[in-house]
């Protein structure tokens, strides 16, 4: 049984403390940062923006995963590289031509994500799944940490194992929202073997006692 990867979301950070957060990071047993991106567009809310990610490139030693939440990603790839990107996984809902700006995103040399809303069937990824490194099946709606879980996920995860079994069986398949050591046993049950995790990881006791946690459950 190989480990889960866990993916710390900066969003839910002390902005305020930035360098000592990401220091915690860096000492934790966590595989990448995750940066979420928000237009206030596509979603209601803003985030933060390059120069934060600089920021943040500057003291990881870390991979870091973009978390695309906008409307229109395809300007602003080269940015997500130049600001440290290995993975930009951008939502299915939010892109025209999503086989185009995949295809961009591996010709600049990260590795291409596709996001799914809680209401976004997997069988709509069919025919984008063999190009792509993750799927990213959001547990919440995105815009903010800290809501909660959905519990149809785990279908939904049972069910892009089963198509990815045909069509790509190294598919990485990454769940974000609600995440916590209370439902990651289950959702690696199901079949996911990334977790992104907010608000449990940063409002734990000890967060790199936590990611250990995660990352054994
Ligand atoms: C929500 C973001 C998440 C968020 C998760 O739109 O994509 O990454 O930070 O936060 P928690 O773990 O608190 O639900
Ligand atoms: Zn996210």
């Known amino acids: 049984m190989s480990k889960l990867k866990i993916c ?3 969003l839910a950070a ?32 803003i985030s933060f923006g390059f120069p934060v990610t600089q920021a943040i490139f500057k003291q990881a030693s870390k ?16 940015h997500c590289v130049k600001s440290g990107a290995q993975i930009i996984s951008v939502h299915q809902e939010a892109c025209r031509h999503l086989h185009r700006t995949v295809s961009a ?3 600049l040399g990260a590795k291409p994500g596709v996001v799914i ?15 792509v490194y993750l799927v990213l099946v959001m547990s919440v709606n995105p ?7 959905i ?4 279908d939904k995860i049972h069910r892009l194992r089963a198509l990815a079994n045909s069509l790509n069986p190294s598919l990485e398949i990454q769940v974000d929202g609600g995440v916590s050591v209370n439902n990651a046993t289950q959702l690696r049950e199901a079949g996911a073997t990334m977790l992104v995790a907010g608000s449990a990881v940063f409002k734990a006791p000890d967060p790199v006692e936590y990611i250990e946690a995660l990352r054994n459950s």
């Open 14 to 45: 002390d902005f305020g403390q930035l360098n000592d957060q990401i220091a915690m990071l860096n000492n934790s047993a966590c595989d990448y940062l995750h940066i979420d991106m928000m237009d206030g567009v596509f979603v209601p809310n």
């Open 117 to 131: 809303n809680p209401h976004t069937p997997v069988e709509a990824l069919m025919d984008i799944l063999p190009m």
């Open 143 to 149: 815009g903010f940490g800290g809501q909660s879980f």
């Open 151 to 154: 519990d149809r996920t785990y």
């Open 63 to 78: 991979p870091m995963d973009f978390h695309l939440m906008i409307k229109d990603a395809d300007p602003y790839l080269t």
């Open 8 to 10: 710390p979301s900066i």
């Open 105 to 107: 995103i591996r010709d």
